[in-house]
């Protein structure tokens, strides 16, 4: 991406040196490596959506060993501010999360799908939650607890439990269990 590209400018700098009494100006030479950095157009709230309008790009030195700037505009879009965040501050992965699509004690339809079958209930959130992550989750209706999957807002997908090969006979796997 042409934006993320490091430009090395070359900076003349002088170095006032006195000598007897007389100063003049000797040239010395040292690299600044500069990169186009994303940085807040507009202060942002804890818990605010970055969005693609409320990003601007700044010319700044590439930063210091030790410390993770983000430097990817693409991957700003979306996240969640953890903390109230100034305009024009190179931002760092500390300063931002994913954000929640569940938070607790929301309704949420719960699915649970499988090859040839799918069904959903209503349920109540007992956490929040960010897309991927497991959370737990109460049927409205039975008041059992399970966990789900935050896969979109309000939506959360049950997976079902792991295949176990069955013990019908014939089977390869009951075979070995008897013969082990």
Excluded at 24 to 44: D, K, Y
Aim: aromatic content about 4%; hydrophobic content about 45%; overall charge positive.
């Amino acid at each position: 991406m042409m934006r993320s590209l490091i430009r090395k400018w070359l900076v003349i700098k002088a170095i006032a040196l006195s000598c007897a009494g007389l100063s003049f100006a000797a040239p010395a030479f040292a690299a600044i490596e500069m990169q186009l950095t994303p940085v807040l157009a507009q202060p942002l709230a804890r818990g605010e959506i970055i969005r693609e309008d409320s990003i601007t790009d700044r010319e700044m030195r590439r930063s210091p060993a030790g410390i993770d700037y983000i430097t990817d505009r693409e991957a700003l879009i979306g996240m969640a501010a953890k903390r109230p965040l100034r305009a024009g501050v190179p931002l760092r992965l500390v300063d931002i999360a994913q954000p929640h699509i569940i938070k607790k004690g929301e309704q949420v339809t719960v699915a649970f799908e499988s090859p040839g079958l799918s069904l959903s209930v209503r349920g109540k959130a007992l956490e929040d939650g960010v897309y991927g992550q497991s959370i737990r989750v109460m049927n409205t209706q039975t008041n059992r607890t399970f966990e789900g999957v935050a896969w979109a807002a309000g939506y959360v997908l049950v997976s079902p439990p792991a295949s176990r090969p069955s013990l019908l006979p014939g089977n390869a796997a009951q075979s070995q269990a008897q013969s082990e």
